[in-house]
């Protein structure tokens, strides 16, 4: 049984910073593409953030420069750091997997295979 665990999210004030994390286990981590989305109340979850099989990464623009992906495939984590924080940012983080070929990515969420529980991400102004 897949299961992905999110944690670290919390309270932060606008400018601060935060990281999340995302812990997988039944399945085989590095054969995986591994991703953050994010849903605000009201709105379509969003692509936030992707890191390939071989550590290719990309962001959504909103974020782009702000927050680091990254992940260790010894520990079957990835992590999201993000700084700069500011109140558009809350949302309910979601990790995300997708079984793939070594460089490709997924941003949407019709492509994600498997989905983590999320994690509340509040930023105050």
């Known amino acids: 049984q897949v299961q992905l665990v999110e944690s670290g999210g919390g309270l932060v004030q606008a400018g601060g910073s935060l990281s999340v994390s995302c812990t997988a286990s039944?399945?085989?981590?590095?054969?995986?593409?591994m991703g953050w989305f994010r849903q605000a109340p009201g709105k379509e979850r969003e692509f936030v953030a992707v890191?390939?099989?071989?550590?290719?990464?990309a962001y959504a623009d909103s974020v782009q420069g702000r927050f680091t992906i990254s992940r260790d495939n010894a520990k079957n984590t990835v992590y999201l750091q993000m700084n700069s924080l500011k109140p558009e940012d809350t949302a309910v983080y979601y990790c995300?997997?997708?079984?793939?070929?070594?460089?490709?990515?997924?941003?949407?969420?019709?492509?994600?295979?498997?989905w983590g529980q999320g994690t509340q991400v509040t930023v105050s102004s």
């Open positions: 995300a997997a997708k079984r793939t070929l070594t460089g490709a990515i997924m941003k949407t969420s019709r492509e994600v295979d498997y």
């Open positions: 039944g399945l085989t981590f590095s054969w995986y593409a």
């Open positions: 890191i390939s099989r071989s550590a290719i990464t």
